[in-house]
Structure formats: C-alpha cells, structure tokens
C-alpha cells in the first residue's frame, strides 16, 4: 500500500487560527505570511511535520524576534562611565526634550526668523560656543575625528603639517592620526622622538611647503619618566613667528577645570584659546556630556576657511544633534549646576558613600535570586572615565561583587549571558574570579531590581 506523507496546513489555515490573527494584526500580514512559509520550508527540509499551533508559535517567535530594536537600552555597570561600546556620553532631560521636539515638530534649522530668509545650521551654537570656549567663530560637524580631517583638507591640502612623533596616537577602532592626515591629502612632517619633543625641532622642520603646526592630545595613553614636550603656548609661538596656524586635536575636550569637580586635571578647551591655538577640535560625546559630535572652534577667518570647504557639508551634523548639543551647552551657562543636570558629570562625581547605599539595597535582593550556589557582596572598585579621557584617573567606586561557590570561569560567563538576556541587559565585568557590577552609572536600581525576577 503506498501511504502518502500528510501534508502541512495551508498559510491560510494557519492564518486563520487565533494566534496568528493577532500576529497579522501586530507584524501585518505580508510580514506575517513570510515568515509562516520560512517556517514551513524549514520543517519540510528537517522532515518534520508539527502541528498548527506549534507552527504559529515558531512563527510568532520569530516575529517578534524580528520585531525587537536592535538598539537596546542597558544598564552599564561596567565602571566605565564614557563606554564607546555603550554609546558614550548620556543625554540630559533638557537635550531629550529637544531632540523629542526636533523630530517631532518642523524647526527653524536653517530659517532666520528675525529676516525671514535662509539661515546657518551653525549659528544654532556658535554663540554658545564662542561664550563658552573665549573663540571667535565655530562650527560643528559629525565627530571629532570628521572635525580634524575637515580642518586639515580645509588649511593644509597638498602642504605639510608638523606633529610631534609622542603624538602620533592610536585611538580605538586602529583609528590613527597619520591615516586621517593621509585622507585628508595632507603629508605628515614628524618631529622630535617618541618621548621628548623641543622647541628647535619644530623650528628646523619649517619650510616653504609647511602649512600648519599641529598638536594631539595623547588622550589615551601617557609616556612617562624621561620626556618633555613644547608647552602650547611655545608652540604657538613658533608658529605665529613662521606666520603659521596652530591647531590642537584636544579630544575629550573638557569645556570646565575638572579639578574643581575632584577629578584629575585635563586640558580645557578656553585655556587653548588663550594659549595660542587658533583652531582647537574637540568631541561632544564625551567630558562635554553631550551627542556624538565634533566641534571646531578658533578665528574667524579659518573658521570661515573651513566652512566653504565642501566636506563641510558632508560631515554636517542634524537637526537633532544640534538641539541636543545646544541644550547641552546652554547648561554651562549654570556651572554650579553641572553635576546635576549633566548626567556624566554626575555620574562622575557621585559619592562612594552614596554607591555604598545602593548596594547595601541590591546585595541582599541580588544574593536571593542567584541563591546558595553565589556569594554576592559590596565591594570597593575603581571606574575609570573612558573613551580616551583621564586614563589615568581611577575613581573610587562601589561594585556587588558576584562570586560562585566553587571556582569556575565557565559560571561566571553563563551569569553575564543570563544578565544580558534580561529585559534591560545588564552589562557588567569579569575580574579576579567574580562578576563586578559597578554601581556608579545606576541610578535607576529600582528598575534593576524589579527585572531581577527573570533572572
């Protein structure tokens, strides 16, 4: 007797049964449809055959895996508060607020509603800017990185600059500084040694071909011991005696003294200024507190120089990154409220003895759900800033410390897949045979606390 294979239900019999109804009505139904014949090939091809409600679970699954933002939020207990990974900076309520407006509403983005007639993108902050920073002109563009290949196409094309070789920095991503000149057509002239830089080096490598002197801020690493490098204000002046520009990649870009906010001295941007620098780049992203961005400030007639160049317009910033960098800004005009409204200078500065509150409340909640098999307890930690800026500032900081029972690496990374697959994934690190959740970036423990039941 020849018994024929059943045969599978219909894409309309199974579109027709309840759960599916309400997928149609949430994915539609072309969605829907795709993904109940991707189902079915792949029963036919594992020679399977389960039945209807079986087959529109797998299919409701996949849609809603679909479905799911790839772009998450997190909780970042990693202790690093600047995360590249993790978006670096976090936006004020003041930045969200005006970026929920830029996209919701039509804006004055290039429209001057003093003339009535067509307006610059840049002088949403280039007053701001200017106040903030003792700079003549300023403009933005999409990164710091964009910010320095623009200043250099824009002053240096086809000419030499000269940098320091202790500057020549590597950041993440083997993003380098002599790849970016390269790009932007400009040939690097080398001066001095990796670890001490003089004034007669500068001075010897000028030349006809010379366009530009140029400073990097080495943001991420620190030569130490035997060194010496030409102070800003030295530098500029070798260069303005040459009748030469000098610019500074300062990075981080810190627009206040971080040493009145308790932490390590780096470089502020209006300082440069006055040193000399005539244009300085810096980022938005990162001790600023604002969007990714990359800011370019300095005189007025390269400012000017910069802006007709045509990868101005390629590197230009949106309208909702100009209403996040301005309300950012416009929260220096309050410094005595920074550490409040800005949250990475918050999370910055917040006590220990306030994280050691948090996790007096997390530790017993956190060692109920783990159970026998882990110790969970407060311990001492040091966060550090991040993307590039103070590396060598260590903060005192207080982590829950989750440590198994019997020693095991393999535990220990199951425990950080079971904490990135909550709703919120939790991102913390491995180290010295136990998960640290560092506390300083959490501010809503509640919301962690209430996701610990799927954990």
């Keep these: ?201 500068y001075q010897a490598a000028i030349g006809p071909r010379t366009a530009a002197l140029m400073k990097v801020h080495a943001s991420n690493y620190r030569v130490t011991g035997f060194t010496a490098e030409v102070p800003r204000v030295e530098a500029a002046r070798i260069a303005h005696d040459a009748g030469l520009p000098f610019i500074e990649d300062l990075g981080a870009g810190s627009l206040i003294d971080m040493v009145a906010l308790g932490l390590p001295p780096e470089p502020v941007v209006r300082d440069c200024i006055a040193a000399g620098v005539d244009v300085v780049t810096f980022s938005g992203d990162k001790l600023l507190g604002g969007p990714q961005a990359g800011l370019i400030v300095g005189r007025q007639d390269l400012i000017a120089k910069i802006r007709k160049h045509p990868l101005k317009r390629a590197l230009r910033v949106s309208k909702m990154t100009l209403a996040a960098l301005e309300a950012t800004l416009a929260a220096y005009r309050r410094p005595g409220l920074l550490s409040r409204d800005l949250p990475t200078l918050r999370h910055l500065t917040r006590s220990v003895a306030e994280l050691e509150a948090v996790a007096a409340r997390l530790v017993p909640v956190i060692g109920e759900r783990l159970g026998s098999e882990w110790t969970a307890s407060a311990v001492t930690s040091a966060a550090q800033v991040g993307s590039g800026s103070l590396p060598d500032a260590a903060i005192p900081s207080c982590a829950v410390s989750l440590r198994p029972a019997s020693s095991s690496g393999k535990a220990l990374a199951a425990l950080a897949v079971r904490l990135r697959a909550l709703p919120v994934p939790v991102i913390g690190r491995i180290h010295d045979g136990a998960l640290l959740l560092d506390l300083r970036c959490l501010e809503d423990d509640a919301g962690f606390i209430a996701q610990l039941e799927h954990l």
Excluded: Q, W
């Design 1 to 201: 007797m020849n018994l024929s294979r059943p045969r599978p239900p219909s894409i309309d019999a199974l579109l027709r049964l309840p759960a599916m109804a309400d997928a149609v009505a949430l994915y539609g139904h072309g969605a829907a449809v795709l993904i109940l014949r991707a189902v079915l090939d792949d029963c036919r091809a594992a020679a399977e055959l389960p039945s209807p409600v079986d087959l529109v679970a797998r299919a409701t699954a996949r849609l809603s895996d679909l479905a799911r933002p790839r772009l998450r939020r997190v909780f970042n207990l990693t202790g690093t508060v600047l995360h590249t990974n993790l978006g670096r900076a976090v936006l004020s309520d003041a930045a969200i607020t005006a970026v929920t407006m830029a996209m919701r509403d039509p804006c004055a983005l290039e429209f001057d509603l003093d003339s009535g007639g067509r307006g610059d993108r840049d002088s949403l902050v280039e007053g701001l800017l200017c106040d903030l920073t003792g700079s003549e002109a300023a403009t933005v563009v999409n990164n710091n990185a964009g910010g320095v290949l623009l200043v250099l196409a824009a002053l240096a094309a086809r000419r030499e600059v000269v940098v320091s070789r202790g500057e020549l920095v590597e950041i993440g991503g083997a993003f380098r500084v002599p790849d970016v000149m390269r790009a932007a057509n400009v040939k690097l002239v080398e001066v001095g040694t990796t670890n001490r830089t003089h004034p007669r080096d």
